[in-house]
């Protein structure tokens, strides 16, 4: 059953009413509207319904619009209108990257890095708990890896293997990282005076440590304590074994034989340390500048922890230190990590090859894009294939321009670049890439949808407007769509085109122009569409259709035989049909005999209709004008090329007549309608309401009369009104 869409439109960006059904017995119909009319006003009607908006009227916002759109009566969907412009500069689709890719490829690239993220999710949960986070901060592992060991995080860590399995495991595993290098310590401790205090704490406390028989600089109590741990956890003592402290300054040497002893001697020398008066004086002086409630949490830390006050005068060091303990504190799951990123790398530069001969939805559009626009200087690649279809982001699309033998490629980034090396066609030409996503993306779902193209063909040449014709056509004609399409041209060259390729077969093609009930769409007739000259041969009896033939026999003859010989004499003939199209000396003489000599001499197998032979041509043409009186408004090719020809004849005459009053020998035969009313208006100033009306006679009738069967659009454009409105005031005016 065939769609009907059902148009009410009130108030609509200059529509006034516009109230129609259409029935699509095919899926394209053609909307042939003069500039002015409606094109835009509809396709902005339509563009706000697509976007959930309501239409107004600019000029008159107070008038209450009425948007009642349906298809097969029931209130068409946003979602199924779809508004192509002639060109919007700032339209990017957004279904590129919903265009089908890979499956296959795109599920086992997943696979690995689902695989590879749940590694590093175990790993981050770890080192957040160890540095003091907690596994559910939102603190970034990654960051802090690749700012600490410059490079990225899966090189980061495999990058520091080594340095790990020659590292052993530390007390400052156990360092609160969270704590030391909260930002607002950091700054508190980048303080002079507070660095000054830190360096002086740290200066003596050394000097305290290097009075102990057993510890040294670089050997502090909780290296000691580490020892006895990895002593007690390997049963050492408990072998029978034991060991010597030597005193550097006496070489005495203390013997140790069990945990017990060794714990009692390691606490004996950090309570000698840290409760020693010049040690404690200098921790209360760094102490007393810790004031601030931010920074209570530090102070608590530190003071159980003063061992570490001294690293912080070179806190990147420390930094690093802490995260190589931190990792080796998690070196189950560092392991686990990285075996799985080493596993995985293989296997995904096989995918990402595989995946870079593949194809992809939207490489099927670039290709076809290619393929119809062949006239183009330049052509479209997809350049990011393995990312688009692995990991679902919008392709690139770069450019080629080839010249001569040379080739230059231009990335997606330099787009612009290339834009303005192209003319406005060739640039627009890239709108229609994005449109072209857009259908394939609906024809792929199924999607129904209602396509309005508003003078899409406008600013192409010939070469490229046919690649535009050809992509109508799979909009219109491919089966299994479920597309409708409303083309919307003020090109008659372009209906015809569309109307000639069965795309917007004649029964669907409409004429728009306004009148006094609203904006009216007009049915073509096949004939008015594709050759209106050859169905008038069989209308000849019609007194429009025979003045109507005037100007295009003459067209014939000019085109044949031409306007003069071979030396340079007037083709008779021409002239002939010339006098009765333009007022000269002659044409009052002429009659309809003279007209059917003409004819007949050169479209001999076209029978001239009966007429009263010795009826002046001039009053044949006059009466058949005054006849047009009662034609209603529409597409009446004919009648207005005869309003044309009346309206010219008449005001010719007129201002030959008024000339000739002031110069009586003024010659008329080489003078054109311009030539008539540049004189008029020299020598006759003074008038100048006939001299507007003159103007317009000058402005609308000229095209009107100089047929043929590719030029008629002007008088397409003209509304019948316009141009009896224009005779009456002629005839009324120009006595």
């Known amino acids: 059953m065939a769609d009907k869409l059902k148009l009410n439109l009130r108030h609509c960006y200059g529509i006034g009413k516009l109230e129609v059904e259409l029935e699509f017995k095919h899926k394209g119909y ?6 002015g009319v409606m094109k835009t006003s509809f396709a902005k009607t339509m563009m706000d319904l697509s976007s959930g908006k309501t239409p107004k009227d600019l000029h008159f916002p107070d008038r209450a619009p009425i948007i009642d759109v349906t298809l097969n009566d029931e209130a068409i969907k946003k979602e199924e209108i779809f508004v192509v412009r002639s060109y919007d500069d700032n339209f990017s689709s957004d279904q590129i990257s919903t265009l089908l890719a890979n499956a296959e490829l795109r599920k086992r690239y997943e696979e690995i890095h689902r695989s590879i993220g749940e590694a590093k999710k175990t790993l981050d949960k770890a080192l957040k708990r160890q540095a ?7 603190e970034s592992m990654e960051l802090i890896i690749e700012s600490l060991f410059g490079s990225s995080y899966y090189d980061a860590l495999v990058g520091i293997e080594d340095e790990l399995s020659e590292t052993e495991l530390s007390d400052l595993s156990d360092a609160n990282f969270k704590t030391l290098f909260d930002p607002k310590v950091q700054q508190f401790l980048a303080a002079e005076d507070v660095a000054a205090s830190v360096e002086d704490f740290a200066q003596t406390y050394d000097e305290i440590t290097d009075q102990s028989p057993i510890l040294r ?11 006895q741990q990895q002593l007690e956890a390997n049963n050492f003592f408990s072998a029978g074994h034991k ?17 017990q002893s060794l714990k009692e001697r390691i606490e004996e020398e950090k309570l000698r340390i840290l409760s020693d008066e010049e040690v404690a004086k200098r921790f209360d002086a760094f102490n007393a500048k810790l004031k601030n409630k931010e920074l209570q949490a530090f102070r608590d830390y530190i003071t159980e922890n003063k061992h570490l006050l001294p690293m912080l005068d070179d806190p990147e060091s420390l930094k690093r230190k802490l995260w190589i303990q931190y990792l080796l504190a998690a070196n189950d799951e560092y392991k686990a990590l990285v075996s799985e990123y080493r596993t995985g790398q293989q296997a995904l530069a096989e995918i990402i090859s595989e995946a870079e001969g593949s194809r992809g939805d939207w490489d099927e559009v670039v290709a076809d894009f290619n393929r119809r626009f062949l006239y183009l200087p330049f052509e479209l690649f997809v350049e990011n294939k393995a990312d688009a279809i692995l990991k679902g982001i919008a392709p690139s699309v770069g450019f080629i321009v080839r010249d001569a033998g040379d080739e230059r490629r231009y990335a997606p980034s330099e787009k612009q670049e290339l834009l303005r090396a192209l003319s406005t066609g060739e640039s627009r030409a890239l709108y229609i890439l994005d449109i072209m996503y857009e259908v394939f993306v609906r024809w792929k779902e199924r999607r129904k949808t209602l396509f309005i193209f508003d003078d899409i063909s406008d600013s192409f040449d010939y070469k490229n407007k ?7 056509e799979d909009v219109t004609k491919v089966e299994g769509n479920n597309f409708l399409a409303i083309i919307l041209t003020h090109n008659f060259d372009f209906l015809r085109t569309i109307s000639s390729r069965k795309i917007c077969p004649a029964h ?18 096949q004939s008015d569409i594709q050759s209106p000259f050859h ?13 109507a033939y005037v100007p295009f026999l003459r067209n014939v003859i000019e085109y044949t035989l031409g306007g003069k010989d071979a030396e340079g004499n007037d083709n008779e003939d021409y002239l002939q049909l010339t006098r009765m199209l333009h007022f000269k000396d002659e044409t009052d003489a002429l009659t309809v005999g003279d007209y059917k000599a003409v004819f007949e001499r050169n479209l001999p197998n076209c029978g001239f209709p009966e007429v009263e032979p010795d009826q002046r041509i ?16 529409g597409v009446n090719l004919e009648q207005k090329i005869v309003l044309s020809i009346a309206i010219r004849l008449w005001a010719e005459r007129y201002m030959i007549a008024k000339i000739r009053s002031n110069e009586p020998e003024y010659d008329v035969a080489q003078k054109q309608t311009g030539d008539l009313f540049q004189t008029f208006k020299e020598q006759f100033n003074n008038q100048t309401q006939e001299i507007g009306l003159l103007r317009r006679v000058n402005l609308i009738t000229p095209a009107n009369i100089h047929i043929n069967a590719f030029m008629y659009e002007p008088i397409l454009d003209m509304g019948m009104g316009e141009l009896l409105a224009l005779y009456s005031e002629v005839k009324a005016n120009l006595q």
């Open 466 to 472: 046919f690649a535009i014709i050809d992509f109508l």
């Open 132 to 138: 003091g986070f907690g596994e559910k901060s939102r």
């Open 30 to 35: 053609a909307i042939y509207a003069p500039n």
């Open 217 to 227: 600089r670089n050997f502090q109590y909780h290296n000691v304590k580490q020892v």
């Open 243 to 259: 060991i010597s402290l030597a005193d550097e300054k006496s070489d005495a040497l203390e013997e140790v034989s069990s945990d």
């Open 535 to 547: 169905k008038w041969q069989n209308r000849l009896t019609e007194p429009s259709v025979l003045i």
């Open 508 to 525: 669907q093609c409409r004429l728009a122009f306004r009148s006094e009930a609203g904006i009216k769409l007009e049915p073509f007739k």
């Open 618 to 633: 001039l009053d044949h043409v006059f009466a058949t004008a005054d006849a047009c009186e009662n034609v209603s408004d």
